[in-house]
């Protein structure tokens, strides 16, 4: 598919549709599937375990865990619960936690804009331990395991002046946690995605993630400890919904057609605009909250 | 005109703009344009006065106000306040207060998302008097002429089950103000309008105007005392720019055709959710000041 | 006691206290009391019924049901639940509801002054029906049995202008709910109850009640329908550590010589300051939800 | 002085009146005052020259300004521009800054707790300029000499689980700026201070200072690099107007026997309280508006 390569998406789960639907398969990529029927929760790995399916699926390699679930934009409390649990048992097989080991927990974007709002209203909801492990040792939370839990809101480079790695990097350097874990708002190739999945990956965030532009990625290679992203789609592209409208319409043209008629019709201007639903605000808020009680499940150990 | 019909503006500015490019005069509607180069302002009064001009326009008799300013993207005070006066300005002759008047001040929308936050935030800034000229007087402020200046944001009815309409009715009725004025953010029909323009209108704000459905609209007909509206385009309705980008592609086709393809891609879903510019929060921050300034000194009497 | 007249309290349970530690039993007021040990929770019934023992009390006649629980300035998601439950189960009695009646609830308090947010916060988390039961009927939320909730943040009248009074009667009249449930933060006597208090009266919420004054009740008598106040103690009167401090120092003095030492001493300025712990914003944040879900329960009669 | 070293206070200016108080003069402390009446700004400049005057006074040696000024607590916008300008001139003699520096601007404090979010705000209202001094160079902003500004809100220990020290610390090397600014909110000594002063230091953010614990000290010594800090008494201790209140009582006491009785009432609990004026909403929004305007004129050359 031509221009399809020019629109970018976060998510694994979109770069593999687009491979079958032209019913290739990739070298150096896994996938496996699971559907929950009760919980209406389709659940994707994708593995790219070599450089070639790096290449091919512009993600670098690593383990990318999709769960799909529509029912997310129902403000059901139980319902969100249950996705919880889900969320915090893929996230302990990733994070790979030795016992008392300290992890950071950054929430990235702007809390002032609705849909780039995830990250930050997340980490508001987290149970922060770090400071009472450090004056009254492991047993002062009253458990017996316990997790060293910190947390950032670096804000965004229009805010600070500073872009988000270098805030990053100085606080990592300073306080030396085992592991990151970073929350970010995606940007979705596909409208029906929208606030109804989430994304965890060994990766990190990498370059061209998130709503706003992050500079270099937040990964093991710059920040030398393992970094696991968790992110959900909450906006498209503006450029992209035009896209899709006109590739639908123009399905029978020649590629090369095509993509004149696109180059001419998808100005600069709709990159700097976002398309989300009008119900983004509750949405944000339900989802934030389903994230953060992942997080803490999956660092207070019960869930494992 | 085809399509233009189905896509909403709540600019005047852009009704008239409809028939201008058909080279159409219409009759019952008085258009006289203004641009102040130092602050390349146009400000254009679009006066509807009768039935048939408001028929064809789509909007009711009345007069509207158009303020285009480009420069309201910057963040630069100096300017917001010159913008601020001549809000003012034009503010003043809409109301035509008479001595030691009182006016309620409407912040419409939600104010947890931000481009249909302008409302809100606006009358936040507001000088409130009501309460202090009940208690002290016309004199209690310490000037001469006083108006008794209240406000209110009513919220929004998925927050509050009520409609906008019955929270304000019942608020009007009790407190008896002699003028509202009413702030809410917009639809635009076009990309370049977001942000910098300002529209006053003696007509008040009417169905479909606003992000989100006000079902009856806020006028001398619901109300019963004149009703000022305030607005400024934060949001395009995402299925505009789709229709915008195919129309374009599309105009050689004739009228007919055109319509089939149109009524096929644009889904109901696409219109459930808008497009708004990346930098939103910090131009809401700013046009919301600019709006208050603007009332203040409307109200305050220093601006006549 | 002296003095104690002049330092008020919005707590029924309090004023009780006063007469207790003096061994008078009084008129026209019948007490109960529970304690249920696995939820550390003490539940005071206060029953005003006779004009001698409002007087007396300095409160309206009618239930005060006051739930004392330490435990709630402790963020533990699961006892809050637990409260929520007994909340819901106390509010149902003294709401009385016959079916698909509508209950208008309304935060009352600024929210911009985190001890004084309670109210508004409360609300935010509310299930709101009231449009939905009106556009698809009684059975459109899927359940048998629906209230039809509806929601206001009046806010406070150096923000509006208007006294809370007007806008919550203005709203009553147009929307008429069959009864008004209303949120505050309340001022406690004694530090110890601050934010572990939870007090629900058929009263309503009356004059010198809140943090802010709100200069008519909010009850039957004004509003036509039945008022339901919920309360909880978020600040002390700056006055009243003082004089508690003082009056412990000068037990032993006279009451006349006290009365004179005090008078001096409490200024009026201290009266514009409130007393608040610095731990107040987490705490504000659960209570807020404790609150909302206790309501959310009550009025989906799923807690029957 | 009996009591009055246990209480403690974070402005210079009431050090100094202990003494004066006693009619005492200290070695290695230059005061000079200035009363400008038009603008009602009392403008004290406390030097602390040795070291013998720092152990006397309790504070680091440096210079310490403090401007009164009764009319911030009232919401007049021309009045608080110019208490702006004198705050420029000031922070600039502080800065000693040269031909495009880098500053790092830090807003301390909670940002949901009302008095203790006047940094947070003051920073969101900032001008800030790095990363365009960064891409475009210092013509980039269209002005001749541009010192890079940045920012940074590090949250409070409760929320983050780390330090501020260890936050702004990571920042500081990574970010280089050579010189820091920052904001806190203070606790004073006495009520009428509040909200109406702001004290601005070459001596950084110091133990004990702000409504919260910042354990080590912001200074030149901990971070390497000079710290100016700006700060404004939102909040009494609740100690400290019981302790005023008894002290008042009992002056004719001897000091001996007061200190009994204080040590009985001043009980651990009033420590973690705070006092602040009803009012502290309005009065928090107008303070950080000054003070980030006096920042943006003291850094934009515009004022020199």
Chains 1, 2, 3, 4 share one sequence.
Do not use: W
Not at 71 to 97: C, F, N, T
């Amino acid at each position: 598919m031509l221009g399809s390569s020019r629109i970018r998406t976060d998510l694994a789960v979109e770069s593999k549709e687009k491979f079958e639907k032209d019913h290739v398969e990739i070298e150096g990529v896994e996938i496996s599937e699971d559907y929950r029927e009760e919980l209406e929760l389709r659940t994707t790995v994708v593995k790219i375990v070599t450089d070639y399916g790096a290449k091919v699926m512009e993600k670098p390699k690593g383990t990318y865990v999709t769960m799909e679930a529509p029912g997310l934009i129902v403000p059901d409390m139980d319902y969100h619960r249950e996705i919880s649990e889900q969320l915090a048992s893929h996230l302990q097989q990733l994070l790979k936690l030795k016992k008392n080991q300290s992890v950071l927990v950054v929430g990235l974007g702007n809390q002032n804009i609705t849909p780039d709002s995830l990250g930050p209203k997340a980490v508001h909801n987290l149970k922060i331990s770090r400071h009472i492990v450090r004056e009254y040792g492991v047993t002062g939370m009253g458990e017996e395991e316990v997790h060293a839990v910190s947390s950032l809101v670096p804000g965004v480079m229009a805010q600070t002046g500073m872009e988000t790695m270098e805030i990053i990097r100085g606080v990592v350097k300073e306080t030396a946690p085992d592991v990151l874990i970073a929350i970010d708002a995606l940007a979705a190739r596909s409208m029906k995605r929208l606030n109804c999945t989430i994304q965890i990956t060994d990766t990190g965030i990498n370059p061209g993630s998130g709503v706003l532009n992050h500079r270099e990625g937040l990964n093991k290679e710059t920040l030398g400890i393992p970094v696991i992203g968790i992110g959900v789609p909450t906006v498209v592209d503006a450029a992209t919904i035009v896209h899709d409208a006109i590739a639908h319409l123009l399905e029978n043209l020649e590629d090369s057609e095509m993509e004149e008629f696109l180059g001419e019709l998808i100005t600069p201007k709709l990159h700097s605009m976002f398309v989300t639903p009008k119900d983004v605000d509750e949405t944000v808020k339900m989802l934030s909250y389903t994230i953060s009680e992942g997080i803490n499940m999956a660092l207070s150990g019960t869930n494992a």
